[in-house]
């Protein structure tokens, strides 16, 4: 915003002003300023100033005029100004009967000039910033080499149309969250019920698995006496135990006994960790294990976890956590159903490539095998220094696998999907889990990704000062995903 002038191709001045229709669709968040109405009045600065007053009378709505000086821009004029100027002791000799350029040089103002591309939520931002005499004064629009004048009142109402547009949108997408949060709140409490009834019969059952196999055993020894006190049985005898085949019988009812106890000891953590994951948080956090959580969360995707991916965990010493556990059960799960995603798209990927290479090249030695897919987990508890001086400890969980890596496309999207002003247009699953880090737990998160399309790491942190991306120089020659969680131990 300031005094502006603008080289042009040669114009000449028009005394006709005229109307732009604008854009015939309805407003919307994106709308810019050519989509308004827009004024076009240009008039030499050598004319008088009882021309510009004939053209404002008989055009009531025109707000202003673009001066011109033979081929550039050199100002602009508004009705306004050009009012409280005649009003003025001698205003009407000074300047009606003189050039414009007299006008020009007493009126002469800072004047907003915008390009038409500009949206209308920004362009009126600008506009409300311009000091208290400067708000009633038109905006000059640039759409390519001609120059046009917004009425800012139509700006305002534009405006202000579109901010009820917004406020309309975000009241929509609010209640659509709420029925959603209020749909996933019914479905944790009838997952939680029907993980309880699970529970009950299974913990009759693994309540009478050490009777029934000290029970079994019992018999068996006693089968053991009877046999030693008949060592000639009856024919009956010896050809029932050849029917029901004793000798297998005895040693495979333990293993029958111990592959129940085994099922459900699975069943009884399967139905547990179905209760944690669709936990209800109360009001306050508590303490929990981090380590009970992940491993609750591996189990519910165990139907996942085919025999191709490895899961590695090294666990460190943690000390319980206050936190919620049902929403960093959400986030575990969201980062590991990620992970999954990803090696599973690659272990296809390389399936595929190896069937093609195996038909091309029959009878040619094979290239070097595929990367096994690999989930690595890590916990820790480090101390990171503050820039205040002070030292702080954090509780530390990496996720990563070996997968494919982000694109540069997939990286950008995951960087709008964080920010504050995309993040309810990109309602992802990692911007959710971005979100209950930072904003529930105080925590930091973070993502670090290289590609194997490019090869290049890059790094995107959020939740603390190094935001963006940067591409550190070693491990150049590892692809795959790693996320990086960062909670405060109070």
């Known amino acids: 915003m300031g005094n502006r002038s603008a080289s042009t191709s040669p114009r000449k001045s028009s005394m006709v002003p005229t109307v732009s229709g604008g854009s015939c669709q309805a407003l919307h968040l994106e709308s810019v300023l050519q989509d308004l109405p827009l004024h076009r009045f240009e008039i030499s600065i050598h004319c008088l100033g009882t021309e510009l007053a004939q053209v404002f009378e008989r055009h009531t709505l025109l707000p202003g005029a673009v001066l011109v000086d033979q081929s550039r821009v050199v100002g602009m004029i508004s009705r306004q100004r050009l009012l409280e100027f005649l009003i003025r002791p001698h205003g009407m000799e000074m300047f009606l009967q003189e050039s414009l350029w007299v006008l020009h040089s007493y009126a002469r103002c800072e004047w907003l000039l915008l390009s038409g591309e500009t949206s209308i939520l920004t362009a009126a931002q600008q506009a409300l910033r311009r000091s208290p005499e400067l708000l009633g004064e038109p905006i000059v629009v640039q759409i390519d080499q001609s120059y046009y004048l917004l009425d800012v009142h139509e700006l305002n109402i534009a405006h202000w149309q579109i901010r009820g547009i917004e406020t309309q949108v975000r009241y929509e997408r609010t209640q659509a969250q709420m029925i959603q949060s209020d749909k996933m709140a019914n479905l944790g409490r009838l997952v939680d019920g029907v993980a309880h009834e699970i529970l009950d019969p299974v913990s009759f059952i693994w309540g009478n698995l050490s009777h029934i196999a000290s029970y079994s055993q019992e018999v068996l020894e006693l089968l053991i006496a009877y046999e030693r ?225 490019n090869n290049e790491l890059r790094r995107a942190a959020w939740g603390d000062t190094s935001e963006g991306f940067i591409s550190p120089q070693s491990d150049t020659d590892i692809t795959g995903t790693e996320f990086e969680i960062l909670l405060p131990l109070t």
């Open 229 to 453: 006190a008949l060592p000639n049985p009856s024919p009956e005898l010896v050809q029932l135990r050849e029917a029901i085949e004793l000798d297998y019988l005895r040693q495979d009812l333990p293993r029958a006994i111990e592959s129940v106890k085994t099922g459900a000891e699975r069943l009884s953590k399967l139905a547990t960790s179905l209760q944690n994951f669709c936990h209800i948080d109360e009001v306050y956090p508590k303490p929990t294990d981090l380590h009970e959580s992940i491993d609750s969360i591996l189990l519910l995707l165990k139907s996942r976890l085919s025999s191709d991916i490895e899961v590695t965990k090294q666990y460190g010493n943690l000390p319980p956590v206050m936190c919620y556990p049902g929403q960093l059960n959400q986030v575990f799960m969201n980062i590991l159903s990620n992970c999954l995603d990803s090696l599973l798209i690659q272990a296809v990927s390389q399936q595929l490539d190896l069937d093609f290479q195996t038909r091309r090249n029959q009878g040619e030695p094979m290239a070097a095998s595929p990367v096994k897919p690999a989930i690595a987990i890590t916990t820790q508890v480090c101390s990171i220094p503050e820039p205040t001086g002070a030292t702080t400890r954090w509780v530390v969980i990496q996720i990563a696998d070996n997968g494919p890596g982000l694109s540069r496309e997939a990286q950008r999207q995951l960087l709008e999907s964080f920010s504050v002003q995309r993040r309810t247009e990109k309602e992802t699953s990692l911007a959710v889990s971005y979100q209950i880090v930072t904003a529930k737990h105080g925590g930091r998160f973070k993502v670090r990704s290289r590609s194997a399309a």
